[in-house]
Nanobody, 123 residues
């Protein structure tokens, strides 16, 4: 089970930190990621962290978003700075148990998903 929190409403330029608490599944996870989705659009990946500690970000969040993990707390984080109105979306965390060679941004690669937390950025 994955439970996100930390969403809310902020003004452009502000910051939020999302959290995703993981429970009741194997500890040998290959990859964890954050995705976002707006109504009528497909989910898009915004950050990924694999078991080796490598992170990946798309260009549109690079330098603004940071993904991290606290293994002792079974919690994944997404620190979001310099937020823009176009960052407004429902944000989801997800886990991939195995590496089957697909790209990190493909949501079909992930086995478990949280319920989402809404982020709204006003101009």
């Amino acid at each position: 089970q994955l439970v996100e929190s930390g969403g809310g409403s902020v003004q452009a330029g502000g910051s939020l930190r999302l959290s995703c608490v993981a429970s009741d599944y194997p500890s040998n996870i290959y990859r964890m990621g954050w995705f976002r989705q707006t109504p009528g659009n497909e989910r898009e990946g915004v950050a990924s962290l694999d078991s080796a500690g490598s992170t990946v970000y798309p260009d549109f969040v690079l330098g603004r978003f940071t993904i991290s993990r606290d293994n002792d707390k079974n919690t994944l984080y997404l620190q979001m700075n310099s937020l823009k109105p176009e960052d407004t979306a429902m944000y989801y965390c997800a886990t991939a148990l195995f590496d089957d060679g697909g790209p990190w941004w493909d949501d079909n690669e992930y086995n478990y998903w949280g319920q989402g937390t809404q982020v709204t950025v006003s101009s």
